[in-house]
Antibody, heavy 118, light 107 residues
């Protein structure tokens, strides 16, 4: 069974940092590009980071470029999101998401809550 | 980056009715488009990929069409379980942009 388990969410102050982690199981991690997607309270889905299987390419939307960094440790079946210079509008549920090439996002974690507030 | 615009943002429909949601891309994305369904408090679920291919296990009342910049999701006969929010998403390059969502409510 495919499982994606996020951790690392919590409360941070504006300007602060958090590091999210996602442990994958039930599939060959190195076969899949991975993503982070967030959803602010009462709002829509926002894709925030993408990383290829070998971590050769990463991509971010303008809203987080320069502040967020996605990485992966294929030996530990783990995905990470380093979030720096956090803003109040980064408050959201953050999902770890598996991608199938040419198909889209087929498995999502349960999400971890990030709250940015003073 | 590519922008995705969905319409309408909300629609009211009756059980058994036909529903059509539109998604427009700011530039051509060929057929690199997916549709997702999300219910409150739950993670999204993939419905359609490559604009018109039905994900395994998804009922055949869901269908997708389009290419280039104009896409539609159609629910042929709305069921009670279909009341949810629907999102389109492009995946033509390295970005993975979502539309803003369409909430389907009970009429």
């Amino acid at each position: 069974e495919v499982q994606l388990e996020e951790s690392g969410g919590g409360l941070a102050q504006p300007g602060g940092s958090l590091r999210l982690s996602c442990v994958a199981s039930g599939f060959t991690f190195t076969d899949h590009h991975m993503n982070w997607v967030r959803q602010a309270p009462g709002r829509g889905l926002e894709w925030v980071a993408y990383i290829t299987t070998s971590a050769f390419h990463m991509k971010y939307p303008d809203s987080v470029t320069g502040r967020f960094t996605i990485s992966r440790d294929n030996a530990k079946n783990s995905l990470f999101l380093q979030m720096n210079n956090l803003r109040v509008d980064d408050t959201a549920v953050y999902y770890c998401v598996r991608e199938v090439v040419g198909v889209g996002f087929d498995y999502w974690g349960q999400g971890t809550v990030v709250t940015v507030s003073s | 980056d590519i922008q995705m615009t969905q319409s309408p943002s909300t629609l009211s429909a009756s059980v058994g009715g036909r529903v059509t949601i539109t998604c427009r891309a700011s530039q051509s994305i060929s057929t690199w488009l997916a549709w997702y369904q999300q219910k409150p408090g739950k993670a999204p679920k993939l419905l359609i990929f490559r604009a018109s291919s039905l994900e395994s296990g998804v009922p055949s009342r869901f269908s997708g069409s389009g290419s280039g910049t104009e896409f539609t999701l159609t629910i042929s006969s709305l069921q009670p379980d279909d009341f949810a929010t629907y999102y389109c998403q492009e995946y033509s390059g390295y970005s993975r942009t979502f539309g803003q969502g369409t909430k389907v409510e009970i009429k």
